[in-house]
């Protein structure tokens, strides 16, 4: 228990520090808010009475306390250029791409582990090279790359699916899915080899120690001694890489929303970073450090009730 | 071989032969695919509009924060959205005439002072109230003040009094101005019930199709006015939709895969790409927009004419159209109008001249390199459009040193900064508004630091001439001036581009701007 306790309150000091660097490199980014915001019909005058409004005279550690402190109370603050709640207008964005995230890890975890199981039990055969191969291949494309792919062979040349994935409320939860198949499986094919090797990685590590060895030699069957001997005691690294590619699945589908034109995070996060929108800006970083961190956390506490030896400390 | 296609051009109309064998047997008769898609559009047109349908457009220009309100209109999609489903008093036709829509007559006293615009009877808005004075009168006074903060703000400054009377509308001027009815057009002065005062963003208006949907910067839509008091000239399509695609490859390729009908934004160097695709038109035309480098008439060596002209001869008009263009576009003669404005009258094309470059240079006395500021941010292809001056530049023996500015802060520190720089302009709606804006001595934006006081005389004087013969003159003697001895080179008029599919019907491209002036979901069809 004091572990977990640990982990979670190294977790929150974390995101402490994230933020002050958020902050900071806010800061540094050239250009002034005011400036962009009034563009080529800027006055002298203008501009400072919209720095004043802003408050952007002030030091920035001040900022950074009033912007903290607005956080804590649920507060995201107002975007510059619409003069708009962040919280409200973000909330349908968050939904839109865990909702993404959500049916894309419902099909890539299962079937990255199935893999990795299936690499394993043929190692080194043909099956295993294929699957290795193909999962190697798709991870090496960037993700613009296989997004075109995809859009041109299913959506231009087969026109089985739409190649602009607008999801919008009130819309039929199948078409919908239909809707985020393209982009979902971008995100699959990314995401997949590494899940995939890692598995395939932590079971053969597992499978080169004695009891597994003792298992073989008493005549259990591979499938049997990979599902009852090795694959719990490899389940705290596999746990591992799912956590980290989950979170790449939230905070990492900028290019795909983008090209995909999928109302989500990343389309916004776009859209207001062309625009010098701190405050929005600032906003999403943190959901998104906030996310990383958080599945981190629960990878953390994962491995720690996998393993006997941490979960019962002499 | 013409005779034969348009014959099998109406067979697809009637749909007794599929699109995709027209195409076949066109290319088998060597006729080229643009040929033979733009036969079949003026068959389309021919055979008159269809009904029903959902008609949709994949734009480029529409942001999360985009708003119903017409004041705050700024992008491409609220532009386009706003024709759907507003109504104007007048629109601009396509050979840059006016067109009556709830005005019905537009009449001037004769010092062009006070207007006197009569409105369409028994026209009825979206939600059962019938548009009266008052209302036309109140979405003036609304856009005509400050606290509108509306985009239409600045052409309306102009405007001291505004009042109904009966089924007229009365607007005096502070000085005569004889477009007037042009900044009717304005696609901010959206008419709105008690023009907007109580809910400027409830979407409320006269035009031929009723808001439905309203997702900024994902999908707007809207569905079919049976009132329209338009009658058959718009609102073919049952419902009409707007998907914000700001990626310029996904837009393209949701045309192909059919899910919309029309995009905008078509970049040049994939128009011949994109061409080859079957069923999908290019939809271009040249507009007002331009590309240009400026030079402060009041700052050396810029203040000497001579080597203003030289820079004038050093520039290779058709190699910038094609190479930064792609040719979609058409060449600047150093004067801010072209045949997209009324009342345009036609100069002598200044052309490439070395030799004439050369001797105005030598003239001018002036000697060493001759520093010009650029960023990609001017216009697409600013930095490579530089390079090329730079080389035209040097076959007449001028050398010019080309530098590139960041991006940020272009238009604060550079533009309108600097004595020699790169820049693009918009265009404006009348001939009046772009040199008012841009070439009066008096104008915040005088980029060229132009202060030529026959010009302005000039200037007040055809803005309140009533006689368009005479006005059209004075606009043909004013661009001399500006062409002669303005500090601008304008190599080049940008085209509008954009892409219409199969099944859009009735697309004909309007030179006042992009996707048929906005007015394309409104007007085309959904063809069989």
């Given at each position: 228990m004091r572990l977990i306790a640990q982990r979670v309150a190294m977790g929150i000091l974390l995101l402490f520090a994230v933020s002050a660097l958020i902050f900071a490199g806010t800061q540094i980014l050239p250009g002034d808010v005011a400036a962009s915001i009034l563009g080529q019909s800027a006055t002298p005058q203008s501009l400072a009475n919209l720095r004043e409004e802003l408050g952007l005279n002030d030091p920035a550690y001040i900022r950074y306390f009033r912007w903290l402190g607005g956080i804590l109370t649920g507060d995201l603050g107002t975007a510059l250029t619409t003069r708009q709640d962040i919280a409200t207008t973000l909330g349908p964005r968050l939904w839109n791409t865990l909702f993404l995230a959500f049916w894309t890890a419902v099909v890539a975890i299962p079937l990255a582990i199935l893999l990795g199981l299936l690499a394993v039990r043929y190692r080194n055969g043909p099956i295993d090279k294929t699957i290795s191969g193909f999962a190697l291949a798709s991870t090496s494309l960037p993700e613009f790359f296989i997004g075109y792919l995809l859009i041109f062979f299913f959506a231009v040349k087969m026109q089985w699916f739409p190649s602009i994935s607008t999801v919008y409320d009130g819309m039929p939860f199948l078409e919908k899915l239909r809707a985020i198949v393209l982009p979902g499986t971008a995100l699959l094919l990314v995401v997949l080899a590494h899940m995939m090797r890692m598995t395939r990685a932590a079971i053969l590590n597992v499978m080169q120690s004695a009891y597994v060895e003792t298992a073989?030699?008493?005549?259990?069957?591979?499938?049997?001694?990979?599902?009852?001997?090795?694959?719990?005691?490899?389940?705290?690294?596999?746990?591992?890489?799912?956590?980290?590619?989950?979170?790449?699945?939230?905070?990492?589908?900028?290019?795909?929303?983008?090209?995909?034109?999928?109302?989500?995070?990343?389309?916004?996060?776009?859209?207001?970073?062309?625009?010098?929108?701190?405050?929005?800006?600032?906003?999403?970083?943190?959901?998104?450090?906030?996310?990383?961190?958080?599945?981190?956390?629960?990878?953390?506490?994962?491995?720690?009730?996998?393993?006997?030896?941490?979960?019962?400390?002499? | 071989m013409s005779n034969e296609l348009e014959f099998l051009s109406r067979y697809v109309v009637a749909g007794r032969l599929s699109r995709r064998d027209f195409l076949g047997r066109a290319a088998a008769l060597g006729a080229s695919a643009a040929f033979a898609n733009s036969l079949l559009g003026s068959a389309a047109r021919a055979q008159g509009p269809v009904k029903g349908g959902i008609l949709k457009a994949g734009l480029q220009g529409g942001e999360a924060t985009n708003s119903l309100d017409p004041a705050s209109f700024l992008s491409q999609v609220p532009f386009s959205f706003g024709k759907c489903w507003g109504e104007y008093?007048?629109?601009?036709?396509?050979?840059?005439?006016?067109?009556?829509?709830?005005?019905?007559?537009?009449?001037?006293?004769?010092?062009?002072?006070?207007?006197?615009?009569?409105?369409?009877?028994?026209?009825?808005?979206?939600?059962?109230?019938?548009?009266?004075?008052?209302?036309?009168?109140?979405?003036?006074?609304?856009?005509?003040?400050?606290?509108?903060?509306?985009?239409?703000?600045?052409?309306?400054?102009?405007?001291?009094?505004?009042?109904?009377?009966?089924?007229?509308?009365?607007?005096?001027?502070?000085?005569?101005?004889?477009?007037?009815?042009?900044?009717?057009?304005?696609?901010?002065?959206?008419?709105?019930?008690?023009?907007?005062?109580?809910?400027?963003?409830?979407?409320?208006?006269?035009?031929?199709?009723?808001?439905?949907?309203?997702?900024?910067?994902?999908?707007?839509?809207?569905?079919?006015?049976?009132?329209?008091?338009?009658?058959?000239?718009?609102?073919?399509?049952?419902?009409?939709?707007?998907?914000?695609?700001?990626?310029?490859?996904?837009?393209?390729?949701?045309?192909?895969?059919?899910?919309?009908?029309?995009?905008?934004?078509?970049?040049?160097?994939?128009?011949?790409?994109?061409?080859?695709?079957?069923?999908?038109?290019?939809?271009?035309?040249s507009g007002r927009g331009h590309y240009v480098f400026i030079m402060h008439c009041n700052t050396a060596p810029f203040d000497n004419?001579?080597?203003?002209?030289?820079?004038?001869?050093?520039?290779?008009?058709?190699?910038?159209?094609?190479?930064?263009?792609?040719?979609?576009?058409?060449?600047?003669?150093?004067?801010?109008?072209?045949?997209?404005?009324?009342?345009?009258?036609?100069?002598?094309?200044?052309?490439?001249?070395?030799?004439?470059?050369?001797?105005?240079?030598?003239?001018?006395?002036?000697?060493?390199?001759?520093?010009?500021?650029?960023?990609?941010?001017?216009?697409?292809?600013?930095?490579?459009?530089?390079?090329?001056?730079?080389?035209?530049?040097?076959?007449?023996?001028?050398?010019?040193?080309?530098?590139?500015?960041?991006?940020?802060?272009?238009?604060?520190e550079v533009w309108n900064k600097q004595p020699f720089s790169t820049s693009y302009w918009g265009g404006r709606s009348t001939q009046d508004q772009m040199y008012t804006t841009a070439y009066y001595s008096k104008a915040d934006w005088n980029d060229t630091r132009f202060f030529n006081e026959k010009f302005d005389q000039m200037l007040l004087a055809a803005r309140s001439e009533l006689d368009e013969a005479k006005r059209k003159q004075m606009y043909a003697d004013m661009a001399m001036i500006v062409r002669d001895e303005g500090g601008l080179i304008l190599p080049m008029f940008n085209d509008f581009i954009d892409a219409s599919g199969a099944k859009a019907g009735g697309f004909n491209v309007h030179p006042a701007g992009e996707m048929m002036d906005g007015y394309a979901l409104a007007e085309c069809w959904v063809a069989a």
């Open positions: 073989e030699l008493k005549g259990l069957s591979q499938l049997a001694i990979i599902r009852k001997h090795a694959f719990p005691n490899a389940i705290a690294p596999i746990v591992n890489v799912v956590m980290l590619n989950l979170a790449f699945l939230v905070v990492g589908v900028v290019v795909v929303e983008v090209i995909f034109v999928y109302p989500g995070m990343g389309q916004y996060l776009v859209d207001h970073v062309a625009k010098r929108d701190v405050p929005v800006v600032q906003a999403v970083g943190l959901i998104f450090a906030a996310v990383y961190i958080s599945l981190n956390i629960v990878a953390d506490i994962a491995s720690i009730l996998a393993n006997p030896r941490l979960r019962h400390p002499r | 008093l007048v629109r601009l036709n396509r050979d840059g005439s006016l067109k009556n829509q709830l005005a019905e007559e537009i009449g001037a006293s004769d010092d062009a002072k006070t207007w006197t615009m009569k409105i369409k009877q028994g026209v009825e808005f979206h939600n059962g109230k019938t548009v009266t004075a008052e209302d036309v009168a109140a979405t003036i006074t609304r856009h005509a003040d400050a606290n509108s903060k509306s985009g239409a703000l600045g052409i309306l400054t102009n405007i001291t009094g505004v009042k109904a009377s009966g089924n007229e509308v009365i607007v005096t001027l502070a000085n005569a101005d004889a477009d007037f009815p042009y900044l009717m057009a304005d696609y901010h002065l959206i008419i709105q019930p008690n023009g907007g005062k109580d809910n400027p963003t409830e979407g409320i208006s006269a035009g031929p199709y009723k808001v439905t949907v309203n997702e900024p910067g994902v999908r707007q839509g809207g569905e079919k006015f049976a009132n329209y008091h338009g009658g058959d000239a718009m609102g073919h399509a049952d419902q009409i939709e707007i998907i914000v695609i700001n990626d310029a490859t996904a837009r393209t390729s949701a045309l192909q895969g059919g899910q919309v009908q029309m995009i905008n934004r078509v970049e040049p160097k994939i128009v011949e790409l994109i061409k080859r695709v079957p069923g999908v038109t290019i939809q271009n035309v004419n001579d080597l203003r002209l030289a820079l004038k001869y050093a520039m290779n008009r058709e190699e910038m159209l094609e190479k930064i263009l792609f040719g979609y576009g058409s060449v600047g003669n150093d004067f801010p109008i072209n045949a997209a404005y009324p009342l345009f009258t036609e100069l002598e094309q200044r052309t490439y001249d070395p030799d004439k470059a050369k001797f105005h240079y030598q003239k001018s006395g002036h000697s060493g390199p001759v520093l010009l500021r650029t960023s990609d941010v001017a216009f697409t292809g600013a930095v490579d459009a530089a390079q090329l001056y730079q080389q035209s530049c040097a076959a007449a023996g001028i050398t010019i040193e080309v530098k590139r500015e960041p991006g940020d802060g272009y238009w604060s």
